[in-house]
């Protein structure tokens, strides 16, 4: 069979990506992917380890003249955020993705692409394949489910890793060294789904689509629309000509959402007309530049006989409308996101109406002790269920970095440009990973350009892949 990735270079990064998009690897379902690793590996007669959580850990000894060196950690995660367009049929946990190439950029096809973080899986095992390379003593750390909770660095035996350098390939710009990155967490409101008999006459479907969506802490500066916050402002503007049956949207708790549903009921499906034309103008406009696309439809669907009561639907649509989304703080004195909060799912079942938010900071009290206690006090005046947890620290910019000023002065003779240093709002394990392994002194943050992470438009560049890896290799060997 003829490989969709075949002649790109490097061929060997290209050709361990392109395994990894046929093993399902969504968040939370890497069993396939931890098990191809480690086979892999041994096959390979590498050191490995999988550890009761499916990380992945394997060494290899430095190369001649390199016995003396440091022993350097790549890593990256082998889980990837699921998205998908609507109305597209593939189901992430057995399907492959569809890779295609256009204009030098590679996508998968209605999907994401999960190059975040698979391309750095695929520079690794290129690496390690690699016995004419330079290199001190290899350790590499690939772990599971970063993308919802860090569930498999949380848990990971610190005392397992023995490198003194961590170089993290899980950032997204060629010629950008991270430095340091915001911690977060989860705060949940549930809202118990009272019901009672309807009193009105049609049920229809309005959707809030045609947004771009994308990562919660990477792109969180570009004022884009959250179809949670869009369709909870059109529900309040509706609130006393309608019913409320159910509200949807979104599906990451990590990735701006793109999309939501709500089921209503209304008597006057005239007045509906016009609200709807109406926010399809308000909208537009407010986000000519960000989304143009977004649009706000209605349809007839099969009648209900139970609905939301008026109180419960209050409590929802007001919950979602004050609690806060987007930049919440930046710095004062460089261009860096503080605080944020992402509303990213809203779920109906059964029992609730969950509203899920992913909050990020680098300064963990305003998390902490301003955000949460603050949602706390939203829930317990609306009289709704809440909870929080998850929190994760953020890694800070040290003022001294042995890794770091290699990395710089490698990209300098290579270039002769000078490496952009920055610290970035979104997510990394490096601060869990210095925190909880002793070994470790430092760390920096590198990777390709890639676009659009979270969301089905999600691109990488194939040309920074072969810059980045190359790049990479060059590190190493001036790692003595």
């Known amino acids: 069979m003829t490989r969709v990735l075949e002649g790109l270079k ?14 399902p690897h969504g968040s939370k379902n890497e069993k396939q992917i931890s098990d191809y690793l480690y086979e892999l590996s041994k096959s390979k007669g ?17 190369s001649k003249g390199y016995e003396n060196s440091p022993m350097v950690l790549l890593q990256g995660h082998m889980d990837m955020v699921c998205e998908k367009n609507e109305g597209v049929e593939h189901d992430f946990e057995k399907d492959p993705l569809k890779l295609r190439i ?3 950029q590679l996508y998968a096809t209605e999907t994401t692409l999960g190059a975040d973080n698979g391309i750095a899986v695929a520079m690794i095992l290129a690496i390690f394949e690699d016995d004419e390379l330079a290199h001190p003593p ?11 909770g860090m569930t498999g660095v949380k848990k990971l035996d610190g005392t397992l890793i023995k490198s003194k350098h961590l170089i993290n390939i899980d950032s997204e710009q060629e010629g950008v060294l991270t430095a340091g990155c915001a911690g977060g967490g989860e705060v949940l409101f549930k809202v118990p789904a009272v019901r009672t008999k309807s009193n009105m006459k049609d049920a229809f479907m309005i959707k809030v689509s045609g947004l771009s969506g994308g990562h919660s802490g990477a792109d969180v500066h570009k004022e884009k629309g959250y179809s949670t916050k869009l369709m909870a402002r059109l529900l309040y503007d509706l609130s006393d000509e309608i019913e409320l049956v159910s ?13 939501a549903k709500a089921v209503i009921k209304t008597d006057n499906l005239d007045n509906l007309k016009q609200k709807i034309e109406k926010w399809n103008k308000i909208f537009k406009n407010e986000y000519s530049f960000t989304d143009p696309d977004v649009t706000v439809s209605f349809e007839k669907v099969e009648d209900v006989s139970e609905v939301l009561t008026k109180e419960t639907a209050k409590k929802v649509i007001a919950c979602i ?7 919440l703080s930046r710095s004062t004195v460089i261009d860096l996101v503080i605080s944020s909060n992402n509303l990213g799912i809203v779920k109906t079942d059964e029992k609730y109406i ?25 829930a317990e005046y609306l009289d709704i269920e809440f909870s929080s947890g998850g929190f994760y620290p953020g890694w800070e910019y040290a003022k001294v970095s042995k890794i770091r000023d290699i990395c710089a002065q490698t990209y300098k003779e290579l270039t002769g440009k000078d490496a952009h240093i920055e610290a970035i709002h979104a997510g990394l394990e490096c601060g869990y990973l210095l925190e909880k392994c002793k070994s470790l002194v430092d760390a920096v943050s590198i990777g390709p350009n890639m676009a ?8 990488l560049d194939i040309k920074s892949v072969e810059n980045t890896f190359n790049y990479l290799c060059e590190v190493l060997k001036n790692i003595k």
Not at 46 to 58: A, G, K, P, T, Y
Not at 247 to 259: D, H, L, M, Q, Y
Not at 321 to 327: C, E, L, M, Q, R
């Open 10 to 23: 490097p061929e060997r990064v290209f050709y361990y990506f392109e395994e990894i998009t046929k093993i």
């Open 46 to 62: 590498w050191e490995v380890i999988q550890d009761e959580s499916l990380n992945i850990i394997i060494r290899k000894p430095a």
């Open 102 to 104: 256009i204009d030098g």
């Open 138 to 148: 290899l350790e590499a750390l690939i772990t599971v489910d970063e993308e919802m």
């Open 247 to 259: 509200f949807n949207a979104g599906s990451k708790p990590n990735a701006i959402p793109r999309e």
């Open 321 to 327: 409308n004050i609690a806060p989304v987007g930049v």
């Open 354 to 378: 969950i509203i899920d938010c992913h909050p990020r900071s680098s300064v963990m009290s305003i998390l902490t002790d301003s955000f949460e206690p603050a949602m706390k006090q939203l």
């Open 452 to 459: 659009d992470i979270h969301s089905p438009n999600e691109h």
